[in-house]
């Protein structure tokens, strides 16, 4: 079906990849729009951005268009494992098999960008910021939009919500039609955390992701940025901030330096009264039963399958859905009212397991903790000397492979079962 206009909300990792995917076919015109400012003209407020680690299946999806892998690539930092660091003992060091891409949410969706507007036309591509969705009218074929000031409306053959977990156009949909969906605000909140490390002070090794955890399920995070930055997130339970109770930029220095020493020697006065003064940003789940309503309307992404950031699959699995998309659009011949079902239909088992494996691998109890951390080291001695007899562990599976999530769940039913039922 040839000069569809597509019309994607939001700019995010997945609706831009989408735009890449749809500009490659022929006959189609694709505009985005995005409710923040331009990412490549504005310096970002970083209050809600983190790195993400991109695996194989979330790296899949970006091979499928020439040169874009190794664009992100070029602006992200490889990382082969994780330290655990501690206080008083040794550092525990969880190598990868396969090493990740560690990029930040926002440089992800600026190497995205200068991809797409390197290479088409405005003709074909437009991307309009400062644009909020605020309506949709299915009937009439056309959008509402927040702009300027002015409501403006777009009209589009197809439309697909790529905006989030907040997402509007899902809000819609579950208000106009029957669209089942579930919205969590799951325990964990986090705030961002920026760090510079100078050449001649202590270095965190640039090829690892480093966390350091306290017993009262606060959490830093952190991951090289090249040679000289860091950045990450500080978890904790929601309304648990650790430091809202202090009202100074010196008393959050002196949390950080006590609790997390090594990462403390990087923090500067001003990064503890940026991260004083940040907001706290929580975490919605979102569990839908349809990912597309007629034959003209999907969802994709964090709009349609946010989960916990706990095993750092969201953006991996939202990146997977464009590449699943691609290839149901090339067996039916770009007709989407026979692409859309069957896209609903593939990914709902996909991503309905991603859910348990989010909510479930890590447990959160102290003792299923210790247990673990010896299943990961015993299930990879018993993996390499019996291989057909043991499975890989858990997170090898999710993090060095491209098994589909069911199969990954079906493998370690057992250990999710005991981990909820200690929930
Ligand atoms: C702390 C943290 C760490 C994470 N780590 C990882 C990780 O390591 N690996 C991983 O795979 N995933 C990770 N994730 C998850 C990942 O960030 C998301 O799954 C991913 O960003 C989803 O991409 P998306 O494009 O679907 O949605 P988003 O990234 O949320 O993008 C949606 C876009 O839509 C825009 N928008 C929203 N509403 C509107 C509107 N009404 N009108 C116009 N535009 C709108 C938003 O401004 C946004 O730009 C992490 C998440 C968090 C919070």
Request: hydrophobic fraction near 40%; charge should be neutral.
């Amino acid at each position: 079906m040839a000069d569809q206009h597509v019309v994607i909300v939001g700019a995010g990792p997945a609706g831009l990849l989408l735009a890449g995917y749809l500009l490659k076919r022929p006959g189609y015109r694709v505009s985005v729009f995005e409710q923040r400012s331009d990412p490549r003209l504005t310096q970002q407020v970083q209050n809600r951005t983190f790195p993400i680690s991109l695996q194989e299946r979330g790296r899949q999806a970006l091979r499928g268009i020439p040169g874009l892998e190794k664009a992100v690539a070029d602006r992200s930092t490889v990382c082969n494992g994780t330290i655990m660091h501690q206080a008083s003992k040794k550092n525990r060091v969880i190598p990868r098999k396969t090493p990740s891409l560690m990029i930040d949410r926002l440089q992800l969706v600026v190497v995205l960008l200068k991809f797409l507007s390197d290479q088409y036309s405005s003709d074909q591509f437009v991307v309009q910021f400062d644009c909020r969705c605020t309506g949709l009218n299915p009937s009439a074929q056309t959008l509402l939009f927040q702009q300027a000031g002015e409501v403006v409306s777009h009209a589009y053959d197809v439309i697909v919500g790529a905006d989030g977990a907040g997402s509007k156009v899902r809000e819609v949909l579950t208000e106009q039609v029957n669209f089942p969906c579930e919205q969590t605000l799951i325990p964990d909140a986090y705030k961002s955390v920026f760090l510079n490390q100078p050449e001649d002070g202590i270095q965190l090794a640039a090829d690892k992701v480093h966390t350091w955890n306290l017993p009262n399920n606060v959490r830093m995070m952190l991951v090289p940025q090249g040679n000289s930055q860091l950045n990450g997130v500080l978890v904790f339970k929601r309304d648990q901030s650790p430091i809202a109770q202090y009202t100074t930029k010196e008393e959050v220095l002196a949390f950080v330096q006590e609790n997390f020493p090594r990462f403390g020697a990087l923090m500067t006065l001003d990064e503890a009264a940026a991260l004083l003064s940040r907001p706290v940003a929580k975490i919605t789940t979102v569990r839908c039963q349809r990912f597309h309503e007629g034959s003209n309307i999907l969802l994709i992404g964090d709009a349609v399958h946010a989960v916990s950031a706990s095993i750092g699959q969201g953006c991996n699995s939202a990146l997977q859905d464009v590449g699943v998309l691609n290839q149901l659009l090339d067996q039916h011949q770009d007709n989407w009212s026979q692409t859309l079902p069957e896209f609903s239909a593939q990914r709902i088992p996909e991503v309905h397991a991603l859910r348990e494996l989010s909510d479930y691998s890590f447990p959160r109890n102290r003792w299923l903790v210790f247990e673990f951390i010896l299943r990961l080291q015993v299930s990879r001695l018993l993996n390499r000397w019996f291989p057909k007899q043991f499975p890989p562990f858990l997170f090898d599976l999710v993090f060095d492979s491209d098994l589909p999530y069911s199969e990954v769940l079906d493998i370690h039913q057992g250990w999710i079962n005991k981990v909820k039922q200690a929930s």
